[in-house]
């Protein structure tokens, strides 16, 4: 299982850790500043958590109008707060949904 620290240290490296959800491998690339990568990625996943680093990537890139619109998708409140917190926050979250166990 991949943690919060263990994911910000990989950053580092040449690629994303493997195993990592397409919405997790955007947020990776996105902390890179690769954000063509990271865009593709984020379009590839077409669930909310694809919709919600679409929302970073566009307040990244300064479209807010385009976030609005991808707020709504992700089915996440407008988020005020610092680029830096909303990446964490998504890691955070992300990361949180990958460690649960598949109950089916």
Same mark, same amino acid.
């Given at each position: 299982?991949?943690?919060?620290? +263990?994911?910000? !240290?990989?950053?580092?490296?040449?690629?994303?850790?493997?195993?990592?959800?397409?919405?997790? #491998? =955007?947020?990776? @690339?996105?902390?890179?500043?690769?954000?063509?990568?990271?865009?593709?990625?984020?379009?590839?996943?077409? +669930?909310?958590? !694809?919709?919600?680093?679409?929302?970073?990537?566009?307040?990244?890139?300064?479209?807010?109008? #385009? =976030?609005?619109? @991808?707020?709504?998708?992700?089915?996440?409140?407008?988020?005020?707060?610092?680029?830096?917190?909303?990446?964490?926050?998504?890691?955070?979250?992300?990361?949180?949904?990958?460690?649960?166990?598949?109950?089916?």
């Amino acid at each position: 299982m991949v943690t919060l620290d +263990g994911f910000r !240290g990989s950053l580092s490296g040449e690629s994303p850790p493997d195993g990592l959800s397409a919405a997790l #491998n =955007a947020l990776w @690339w996105a902390g890179n500043k690769r954000w063509d990568k990271a865009h593709a990625l984020a379009q590839s996943d077409s +669930g909310g958590d !694809g919709a919600w680093v679409h929302v970073y990537l566009h307040r990244v890139e300064g479209d807010l109008d #385009n =976030a609005r619109y @991808w707020y709504r998708a992700a089915r996440r409140p407008v988020s005020q707060a610092p680029l830096e917190a909303e990446w964490t926050e998504l890691a955070t979250t992300l990361l949180s949904a990958k460690a649960k166990p598949d109950r089916r």
